[in-house]
């Protein structure tokens, strides 16, 4: 079955089409298909990961293990700030 016949379109029709696309579109016309092709080609490279995903044995990816969770190690900075406790000098003025 041909592609145009399941959509019920003959010679006359198809011919129409394409003068009413040159009139509609004119010197875009081949721009515009430059980006459908590219749309298609898109298209059709997700779907084939999809379904290769879809396809691919559940062993193969039970095979990729995740890296091993390791416990929380406790981080100490030798040169931590010392606080010294000296009481504060007396002979200032008091704020106001």
């Known amino acids: 079955m041909p592609l145009f016949g399941m959509f019920g379109l003959g010679g006359q029709e198809i011919l129409l089409l394409l003068v009413l696309g040159v009139l509609l579109f004119g010197r875009k016309l081949p721009d515009i298909g430059r980006s459908f092709g590219k749309t298609i080609v898109e298209f059709k490279k997700g779907v084939k990961g999809i379904e290769d995903e879809v396809s691919e044995p559940s062993s193969a ?36």
């Open 61 to 96: 990816r039970a095979a990729i293990d995740p890296e091993p969770v390791k416990a929380p190690t406790r981080v100490t900075a030798s040169s931590a700030p010392k606080f010294d406790d000296a009481p504060a000098p007396t002979n200032l003025p008091p704020k106001v």
